[in-house]
């Protein structure tokens, strides 16, 4: 088999979701509804889904700046690597300040993300460091940075 869909209820709304695929990437699921006998695709408000994506970029940058603060402040390092088993994620993921969904596995990618935003608004900078193997490493700094944590903005 080189692809399949599958027709599934996730939170209560049909998709069609494209599972597996050997020749090519997934696509994104469908929603669907019944029109009497009928399944067709919902409409995609795409300005909705673009707000709702920045939104969610944002809340996930402030978790992860806070869990930064907090790991800093604790003197752990905060690699700036997002390979092997000492990544950003690793760092964090044991931090309260990180929301739960960002500490599962499911969340690691969203955690890259919200350091790659953080880094081009400048909120936090990568800084060299040597490691115990006298290795040049990065790592992720706060630095002076002013960039008011939940816990400021509340």
């Known amino acids: ?13 049909l998709q069609l979701v494209h599972e597996k695929s050997n020749l090519g990437p997934l696509q ?22 673009k707000l709702s994506d920045e939104r969610r970029l944002t809340d996930d ?8 603060n ?5 003197g752990d390092t905060v690699n700036a690597t997002k390979s092997g088993n ?7 993921a044991s931090y309260s ?6 500490r599962a596995k499911s969340g690691k990618q969203r955690v890259f993300n919200a350091v790659v935003h953080l880094m081009q608004t400048n909120r936090i900078h990568q800084e060299e460091y040597r490691g115990n193997n ?4 990065k790592k992720v700094g706060t630095g002076a940075n002013q960039w008011r944590s939940r816990a400021q903005i509340a």
């Open 86 to 92: 000492a990544t950003v994620w690793h760092a964090l």
């Open 1 to 13: 088999m080189r692809s399949r869909l599958a027709l599934l209820t996730v939170n209560d709304q």
């Open 70 to 74: 907090a790991a800093i402040n604790a």
């Open 28 to 49: 994104d699921p469908i929603l669907l509804t019944w029109d009497g006998p009928v399944l067709i695709p919902q409409a995609r408000n795409r300005v909705a889904e």
């Open 134 to 137: 006298r290795h040049m490493k």
């Open 61 to 68: 940058a402030t978790s992860v700046f806070d869990a930064m």
């Open 97 to 102: 300040e990180l929301d739960g969904e960002l």
